[in-house]
């Protein structure tokens, strides 16, 4: 399965990309904002997104407005 994973802490998002892999999924990319999120699922079209909810600049909902956006 193709993976993009979406998190702000460097050590979770590398942490969960190294465990998908081990299962066998492919991660295409792993970001750190809603923007990139965005633009990297719009560039390798993944099969799932992993998105964490709080990412920055504000750390409320840009994670959740990103996901949004995606799904229109």
Do not use: F, K
């Not at 998908?20 to 079209?45: I, K, W």
Request: proline share 6%.
């Amino acid at each position: 399965m193709r993976i993009v994973i979406a998190e702000d802490q460097v050590l979770l998002r590398d942490g969960l990309a190294r465990l998908l892999t081990s299962a066998g999924h492919l991660v295409v990319a792993q970001v750190g904002d809603g923007p990139s999120l965005v633009a990297q699922v719009n560039l390798h079209r993944p099969e799932m997104v992993l998105a964490d909810i709080r990412m920055p600049p504000s750390y409320t909902d840009e994670g959740v407005r990103a996901v949004q956006l995606l799904r229109r």
